[in-house]
């Protein structure tokens, strides 16, 4: 059999992906790296129950704003941030879900997250002499990485995150992007 017609069959490559699977069992796993040594457990930091007071920035918008956060469970937090880019004015609440595997970037471990949430935007703006005011809402949804750099204090955090947003200004020349990228600072007490 033709090994290009082969992969052509999505029911065929489904199965075989299923079957290759299967074999990554402990046992598996376990018979073929017994006489390798163990690799050292990355530190999983916890949130469980922390609140948080930090500061983000956005890079794209450039802009910047406080934020708090609380995080009820290991995995489940919220965050209020509020932002302020030349003439806008942002006000957002949203939700977080934080996974308990690891990103290791140059012996830094983080853990990434994804977040939805919903924005409340004002700008005041003046163009060619006339004033323009106005207001829009819509959701938003983040996925980023969060760091704790125990290394410098136990309760800072490092994030960062790119984020996509629902809402659309009528405004001249309005220069609010849709996707961000942000970079936060924050303490977990």
């Known amino acids: 059999m033709n090994s290009g017609r082969l992969f052509q069959c999505p029911r065929l490559v489904t199965i075989m992906l299923l079957l290759g699977l299967s074999f990554s069992g402990s046992a598996f796993a376990q018979s073929d790296y017994e006489q390798h040594e163990q690799q050292p457990v990355q530190y999983v930091f916890s949130v469980?129950?922390?609140?948080?007071?930090?500061?983000?920035?956005?890079?794209?918008?450039?802009?910047?704003?406080?934020?708090?956060?609380?995080?009820?469970?290991?995995?489940?937090?919220?965050?209020?941030?509020?932002?302020?880019?030349?003439d806008f004015k942002t006000t957002s609440l949203r939700g977080h879900y934080m996974f308990n595997s690891l990103v290791v970037m140059s012996a830094f471990a983080m853990r990434p997250y994804l977040g939805v949430g919903y924005a409340h935007v004002e700008a005041d703006r003046t163009h060619r002499g006339i004033h323009f005011e106005a207001e829009e809402d819509g959701f938003e949804g983040y996925a980023g990485i969060m760091h704790n750099a125990k290394w410098l204090h136990e309760n800072l955090f490092f994030r960062g995150e790119i984020g996509a947003s629902a809402y659309d200004m009528a405004l001249p020349d309005d220069d609010l992007s849709n996707f961000t990228a942000n970079f936060g600072l924050s303490l977990l007490f």
């Open 48 to 86: 469980a129950g922390r609140f948080g007071l930090g500061g983000m920035v956005n890079s794209v918008n450039y802009g910047a704003g406080p934020t708090a956060e609380y995080w009820f469970t290991e995995h489940v937090g919220a965050m209020c941030t509020l932002g302020v880019t030349g």
